[in-house]
């Protein structure tokens, strides 16, 4: 076999081609094969696939989805558009997080396994292609689910040991679902209704949503006590089962109650195992107990929770707060009971040096006043003590060494001391010790040391280092000279540089965080970035040191980069003999002056030169292209810090062709076991480059690795938007072929561009048969018509339902697949009497068998069968017209039945005589109830009279084409030939 036209061509082969030709003249005349006409906008039809429950049209036009939880979605985008759009998918109501990820985000079909109801909402498919505005469209996806209901009590009044004894009882049921669900109530095997027993009421509270239900039992009786349940339903959509409950309620049913067998607050040392106990004191139905942290936190990890009784292993001071025990059995309020964890323990200890507090002094004197203070965080607060140490012996509290403390119950405690008309003698360490008062916690020992050496922190910049020039990817370090004693930590920050930076977010230190610590004074940047520059501030901690107002120092940071250019890299399509510029443009740099520009093309030098204050591009320009000025052309734009980079990959490369994918019956059978394709296309950019002198066509079927290559040579100029065609013959049926085209030009080969043929049954071919299932999703390029009341719906299986309609539509496709698929019209609401559902077939050419010998009064008869379901006792009607297509579109009735025709698919055959290309259009009418749906299936169109038609068909007599027409087609067709 080849890619090409066969060696030997028949008979047949050359009817078929004069064929072609005709079509193919009539089509380019109509998209304009000499413009840009065969360019078309995109537009867009989502349809879904897969698993569904149904897709109907809501008022204003919305089209709902609705799937069951846990189902497969699959939604279908179906485009056309020249050239082929491209497609993405959205959701919105912040969903997009759902579609993150998904490898069907950018392809025709969107695919979500095992969906959930936080994934339903609005997706949106929106295909471009560059031409006119891009088309969205969106569905509305509803998951539908029903959750277990719960049934929870309460009474109008808690007084009385007995929770149920001569009271009012409320019995609410509850179930999360979409739709909502209603709520029927059994007592026993008795259904409960409003009026079924003067003792109980039932009503839907003002504060509940959905359909909720209160079961009221006013003042209980005898026979009120009795198992009581609830039916959860949302009327069988999507098959959803009905879920149900049940609640015993008896003159023992009584909420919980509970108690905390521990202390509280409960006390213990880090590495004990503490034990909470929490049992249940009363409650029927036996309450469920659990353990939870206040404030949302999680239990500890190594926690081990049975039943009421929580243990935590190797406890630590961060297992330390406040443990609830919550004991619920869906009667009246849960119950809780709060305990306190405290974990014994010392941490946080830090100390700073008060000179002289009251002459604002920031220097240890002899004679004046010195106050150190010592702070600690503690568990339990009350159990903090502290003592003082001088030179390891302890220190008591005298007229000139005071020692102060804050109140036990105070966090975290402080202690003062007091050093009055300090004297020589008084230089020393002093330690202060932090305690818990019955020990086993390890003591917290602070040293300070007071002498004439200890002195305020004072913070300076080395000479030279308060402004650092860097450049990218370099390690900087920024270092503050600390001195005093003690030595306090350095805390490094950056600062805005501006008042408009100021009132913005705090700028943050290279490692993310707004404050960055250092024990040496030095800060340490790797792999500095530009967004590092900026002024960095160090400063004295406000602990660990002299209480004194902080000391600070700025340093600021300069970071060199290359130039940064656009663009980056581009690819140049240019003709020999013709004249372009090449423009690199500056965007940043630092620094930003002495910048100079260098371009080439490939390792020659063109030329060189410098940026002034005001130019921030630079162009290069050619003014006839010729061969050896094909390559790659670079400019570099340079500073101190490198080289930025612009690069042009100049080339007459022809552009990739643009397969044409809107061709209706571009496959059709020449013979029994081989079928043929017409691959057509439109070149992007032809007049870019030089001429194009043919095309290189390979095709290979699939699953081999051979490929079968020719050439196709081109004549004269393409036109952008100029559509071209050509035929492939013997390909073997049903196999599929990659096929790959690419064009060619003084150059040499462009860009190729492939595309898969896939055989399928032919669905507008020259007329002679024509199939139709609807087991695809394109529904064999059916339609709905626009100016219709409401749409078909394709669907398998039943579309009765056991409760709301049983006594209408099929079971099964009209082959009794319960898979098989069928088109069919929903008579439920929001549909009305006398509303109409057009489904469109495909447009069909009429075989004219026409030349120059023939009549010209010519026209052939075709056979137009399908099935059909009417049953229910609301049908309505179904009419089939036979829709022409002229200078006026007309519909003539051919066909119509009406009322109930029992439960069983029937065959309608009809001969109709088009005089012009034409359509069927299948209308469906309501009729006046729910009991209405109609039902089509397996529609079939065949050249010749329909063999034993049923007697109740209409025969269609057109009138025939005046001798005139047909010598103007004839003449077009010769004139198309000759082209």
Excluded at 693 to 711: D, K, N, P, T, V
Aim: glycine share 8%.
């Amino acid at each position: 076999m080849g890619g090409g036209e066969a060696a030997r061509r028949t008979e047949e082969d050359e009817k078929m081609g004069l064929v072609f030709g005709l079509l193919w003249l009539f089509t380019s005349f109509l998209q304009g094969v000499h413009g840009q006409g065969v360019y078309a906008s995109p537009t867009v039809r989502i349809v879904h696939s897969g698993q569904t429950c149904n897709v109907e049209e809501e008022q204003y036009s919305e089209r709902v989805h609705t799937i069951r939880e846990g189902e497969t979605l699959e939604l279908q985008c179906l485009v056309t558009g020249h050239p082929r759009p491209q497609i993405r998918w959205t959701k919105t109501a912040g969903g997009t997080s759902d579609l993150q990820g998904n490898s069907s985000l950018h392809s025709e079909t969107l695919r979500i396994e095992a969906i959930n109801r936080h994934q339903g909402g609005r997706y949106y498919c929106k295909a471009e292609n560059g031409v006119g505005s891009p088309a969205i469209r969106s569905i509305r996806v509803d998951v539908y689910y029903l959750d277990d209901p719960v049934i929870t009590v309460h009474q109008s009044s808690d007084e009385a040991k007995q929770f149920y004894f001569e009271r009012t009882v409320f019995l609410r049921c509850v179930a999360s679902s979409n739709p909502p669900a209603v709520y029927t109530w059994k007592r026993g095997r008795e259904d409960l209704s409003q009026s079924s027993d003067s003792g109980v009421e039932i009503y839907k509270p003002f504060f509940a949503e959905g359909e909720t239900k209160i079961l009221k039992l006013k003042n209980l009786r005898v026979q009120d006590y009795a198992d009581y349940t609830c039916i959860s339903s949302v009327r069988d959509v999507c098959g959803i089962d009905d879920k149900r409950t049940h609640f015993s309620l008896n003159n023992r049913t009584a909420p919980p109650s509970i108690k905390l067998l521990l202390d509280d607050p409960l006390v213990a040392n880090p590495g004990e195992t503490i034990t909470l106990a929490c049992v249940v004191l009363d409650g029927d139905p036996p309450p469920k107990l659990r353990w939870f942290r206040l404030g949302g936190e999680e239990l500890p990890k190594r926690s081990i929770v049975n039943g009421g009784t929580l243990t935590v292993p190797v406890v630590t001071m961060d297992d330390g707060g406040s443990y609830t025990c919550e004991a619920s059995n869906n009667v009246g309020s849960p119950a809780k009971k709060s305990t306190t964890i405290l974990v014994r323990g010392l941490r946080k200890g830090r100390f700073w040096i008060t000179p002289d507090p009251y002459h604002n002094e920031d220097n240890i004197q002899i004679g004046r006043e010195v106050k150190i203070s010592c702070q600690v965080e503690a568990t339990p607060p009350e159990e903090l003590q502290f003592s003082w140490l001088k030179n390891g012996r302890p220190l008591r509290s005298s007229e000139r060494m005071v020692i102060t403390h804050t109140g036990t119950s105070l966090s975290p405690g402080t202690t003062n001391l007091d050093i009055i008309d300090l004297k020589f003698t008084d230089f020393g360490t002093y330690t202060c010790v932090a305690s818990l008062r019955n020990g086993g916690i390890p003591e917290i020992s602070i040293d300070v040391n007071i002498s004439s050496t200890t002195v305020p922190p004072e913070l300076t910049i080395p000479s030279g280092h308060s402004k650092l020039v860097a450049q990218e990817g370099d390690t900087v370090d920024l270092q503050c000279l600390v001195s005093g004693k003690p030595k306090p930590i350095i805390l490094w920050s950056r600062v805005e540089e501006s008042r408009a930076a100021a009132a913005a977010a705090t700028a943050l230190m290279p490692d993310g965080s707004p404050q960055m610590e250092s024990y040496d004074g030095i800060l340490r940047i790797s792999n500095v970035t530009r967004e590092m520059s900026g002024v960095y501030r160090c400063q004295t901690s406000q602990y660990n040191g002299f209480n004194v107002r902080p000391r600070q120092a700025l340093i600021q940071l300069l970071v060199q980069f290359p130039p940064t250019v656009e663009p980056v890299y581009t690819e140049v399509r240019q003709a020999l003999g013709r004249a372009f510029s090449l423009s690199c443009r500056l965007l940043q740099a630092h620094p930003a002056r002495i910048l100079q520009y260098e371009w080439k093309l490939g390792s020659r030098l063109l030329t060189v030169g410098e940026f002034t204050d005001e130019t921030h591009d630079t162009e290069y320009h050619v003014r006839a292209l010729n061969r050896e000025g094909y390559g790659e052309y670079t400019c570099d734009i340079t500073n101190e810090a490198g080289a930025g980079r612009c690069t042009f990959l100049v080339t007459g490369k022809a552009y990739p062709p643009e397969f044409y994918y809107d061709t209706y019956s571009s496959v059709w059978q020449a013979r029994p076991q081989v079928y043929s394709f017409r691959l057509q296309w439109t070149q992007m950019e032809p007049n870019a480059v030089d001429r194009i002198l043919a095309y290189r066509l390979g095709i290979r079927q699939m699953g081999q690795s051979r490929w079968w290559e020719q050439e196709i040579p081109m004549e004269g100029t393409i036109q952008k938007g100029q559509l071209l065609t050509y035929n492939l013959t013997e390909l073997i049926k049903p196999e599929s072929y990659l096929v790959r085209l690419t064009p060619i030009t003084r150059y040499g080969e462009g860009d190729s561009t492939e595309r898969i043929i896939t055989y399928s049954a032919p669905v507008n071919p020259h007329l002679r048969e024509f199939q139709c299932g609807f087991e695809d999703e394109a529904l064999c390029l059916f339609s709905q018509d626009t100016a219709d009341d409401f749409d078909w719906t394709r669907r398998s299986g039943a579309t009765r339902s056991s409760k709301s309609t049983p006594n209408t539509g099929p079971n099964a496709d009209h082959t009794g697949s319960k898979q098989g698929f069928y088109m069919y019209i929903e008579a439920s609401r929001p549909r009305l009497e006398g509303d109409k559902a057009r489904l469109l077939s495909p447009t069909f050419n009429r075989n004219s068998k026409s030349s120059s010998s023939s009549s010209f009064s010519y026209n052939p008869t075709y056979c137009f069968a399908f099935y059909y379901h009417m049953y229910g006792k609301h049908i309505g009607a179904l009419n089939v017209f036979l829709r022409q297509k002229g200078q006026k579109v007309t519909d003539t009735l051919v066909w119509n039945l009406v009322g109930n025709q029992g439960d069983e698919w029937q065959q309608a055959r009809i001969n109709i005589n088009p005089t012009t290309a034409f359509q069927m259009v299948m209308e469906g009418v309501r009729g006046s109830g729910v009991e209405g749906d109609i039902a089509v299936d397996d529609v079939a169109i065949e050249e010749g009279e329909c063999k034993d038609p049923p007697p109740n068909n209409l025969r269609l007599f057109a009138s025939s084409l005046t001798p005139s027409t047909w010598q103007l087609c004839i003449s077009l067709v010769v004139i198309g030939w000759q082209r």
